[in-house]
């Protein structure tokens, strides 16, 4: 696959100093060890001491990785170590990754370039939807002190990149190596695994029961081996790890709760669509609302019930934390709730992919703690990629609207930062 990108055609003055300004405040997040998400540089260290675990003895301690305290994938760890045991500097190792992680605004774009059909000169305007990348505090964290995450999420994107291709020119080539992409990502990050299914579903939609279908199963199965392998036959089950709970009477941490999930994450859902909403970049359909609001009740009134995520277990997002910093309870957070469900009712009612990739959402999150982290900048890539939003990027000034938009990610981000000394 060959892309030919005429940089006179995409990049501009405004947008050079744009990606430079983004750029620069990134390496300068690396000089002063930024920690923006709240969590990476704990993390970080956590896992540095497994990687010097893996550098003394890597098969014993790939062999033995539940007994560690982590969730992570051992790909990333074994990948470090490895480096390490070559006598690389760690903070080499550190401003190598950092650049790695770039590739994901790059693949960001091409996504954007695939999907909308707009004039060569509207392309300039996609360098404004990848710089939300450089706001998002997950990203810069992680791409400063190492972590599976990002690098799992590039691979998604590549996957959700080669699945376009597909989309417009029904090459079967597209689809194995959308297969291949996000059994990568899947490796680095499961997480990003359920999103398979979508994939299926759409690859099922367009081939039936063929022996293209037969193929793909079969590719999946194939891919799949090593690590039902590694988890299942070697019981090495890693993931079943409780992370920041410390709760000894719960005795699994997978969906202990569905219904947390299901209040807590459409508020993280409303916390990055609010601004593209509000401009009319992302746009509803009112008609919608009120069969919306009917369906949404019953789906909160029981989840209220049973609801019982802990403050202590930390996480819960952002309307979570406010509800609980300005009242001291949940009293803020139970409205923002309901409006946020009957967003996402009101999005995906009617659109059957929508509503496939938010349950998805919820399937890739099954443990206790539901940590905003896990959603940035995830859902920004999301709502322009595999989505099916009514999304208008012709809106007349829609630079001075993106004004909005980066100052509203930017308090978020400062926020992050200022809450490391508060």
Same mark, same amino acid.
């Given at each position: ?6 940089? %006179? ?14 750029? #620069? ?27 010097? =675990?893996? =550098?003394?003895?890597?098969?014993? #301690?790939?062999? %033995? ?21 070559? %006598? ?82 029904k090459s079967l080539k597209y689809v194995y190596l959308n297969i291949c992409f996000y059994a990568i990502a899947s490796y680095f990050s499961p997480n990003f695994a359920v ?65 947390n999930q299901i209040i807590i994450i459409p508020t993280i859902f409303l916390f990055y669509i609010l601004p593209f909403l509000i401009l009319k970049i992302i746009n509803l %359909? ?137």
């Amino acid at each position: 696959m060959k892309y030919k990108l005429n940089l %006179n055609n995409i990049v501009n003055k405004d947008s050079l100093i744009l990606f430079i300004t983004l750029y #620069s405040s990134l390496i300068l997040g690396f000089i002063f060890n930024e920690d923006s998400n709240g969590g990476a540089y704990l993390d970080y260290i956590n896992q540095d001491i497994i990687v010097n =675990k893996f =550098k003394e003895n890597f098969i014993n #301690s790939f062999l %033995n990785y539940d007994d560690f305290t982590t969730r992570h994938s051992p790909i990333l760890i074994s990948l470090i170590s490895l480096l390490k045991k070559i %006598n690389i500097n760690q903070d080499i190792i550190r401003i190598i990754h950092l650049h790695i992680c770039l590739i994901l605004p790059i693949i960001f774009y091409l996504i954007l370039e695939n999907k909308y059909s707009l004039e060569i000169k509207d392309k300039k305007k996609f360098f404004l939807i990848i710089g939300l990348v450089f706001l998002s505090p997950t990203f810069r964290s992680l791409s400063i002190w190492p972590d599976s995450r990002i690098l799992g999420l590039i691979f998604f994107l590549i996957s959700i990149l080669f699945f376009l291709k597909f989309d417009k020119k029904k090459s079967l080539k597209y689809v194995y190596l959308n297969i291949c992409f996000y059994a990568i990502a899947s490796y680095f990050s499961p997480n990003f695994a359920v999103f398979s299914i979508f994939f299926f579903y759409k690859y099922l939609k367009f081939f039936g029961i063929s022996i293209n279908l037969i193929k793909i199963i079969i590719i999946n199965i194939f891919l799949s081996l090593p690590a039902l392998y590694y988890i299942f036959y070697l019981d090495i089950n890693f993931l079943n790890k409780s992370a920041a709970v410390n709760d000894d009477s719960i005795e699994s941490i997978f969906f202990n709760n569905i219904f947390n999930q299901i209040i807590i994450i459409p508020t993280i859902f409303l916390f990055y669509i609010l601004p593209f909403l509000i401009l009319k970049i992302i746009n509803l %359909n009112f008609y919608k609302l009120k069969k919306a609001i009917i369906i949404s009740l019953p789906f909160f009134l029981i989840s209220i019930y049973f609801f019982d995520y802990n403050y202590s277990y930390t996480g819960g997002g952002i309307f979570f934390k406010i509800s609980y910093f300005i009242l001291g309870n949940n009293n803020l957070f139970y409205p923002i709730a309901f409006v946020s469900l009957v967003l996402i009712i009101n999005l995906i009612i009617e659109k059957l992919d929508n509503l496939i990739i938010f349950i998805l959402l919820i399937l890739s999150n099954p443990q206790i703690t539901i940590y905003h982290k896990y959603y940035d900048p995830l859902l920004i890539c999301l709502f322009f990629s595999i989505f099916s939003f009514k999304i208008n990027l012709k809106v007349q000034s829609i630079n001075l609207r993106f004004i909005f938009i980066y100052f509203y990610f930017l308090i978020f981000l400062f926020m992050g930062i200022l809450k490391k000394y508060i």
